[in-house]
Nanobody
Framework: HVQLVESGGGSVQAGGSLRLSCAAS????????MNWYRQAPGKERERVAR???????NYADSVVGRFTISQDNAKTTLYLQMNSLQPDDTGMYYC?????????????WGQGTQVTVS
């Protein structure tokens, strides 16, 4: 069983930065991708960044050049560095582990961490 615990959210002014962390515990095996999703009030959940086990990354158009996804060497902690934050970045941010080939349907989710940009 895998557990994902996010931290690092908070309130920040527009233009500021935050770094989210996601600590993973349990047995993670084989090919997978780790993701950051976010959901704003009244909006659908969207994926903002993805990193595959080999290190390949992918970002939503809205965050390209501002957000960076990474993992530590042990691959037990996932990060999301968020720079130049804007009010539209406000939402609950979730990390998610996906074993699927297409990385479109995560198997495990964290509880989320709130990001508020004013």
């Amino acid at each position: 069983h895998v557990q994902l615990v996010e931290s690092g959210g908070g309130s920040v002014q527009a233009g500021g930065s935050l770094r989210l962390s996601c600590a993973a515990s349990g047995y993670i095996y084989g090919s997978y991708c780790m993701n950051w999703y976010r959901q704003a009030p009244g909006k659908e959940r969207e994926r903002v960044a993805r990193i595959q086990r080999g290190g390949d990354t992918n970002y939503a158009d809205s965050v390209v050049g501002r957000f960076t996804i990474s993992q530590d060497n042990a691959k037990t902690t996932l990060y999301l560095q968020m720079n130049s934050l804007q009010p539209d970045d406000t939402g609950m941010y979730y990390c998610a582990l996906d074993y699927g080939v297409l990385c479109l349907s995560p198997n495990y989710w964290g509880q989320g961490t709130q990001v508020t940009v004013s």
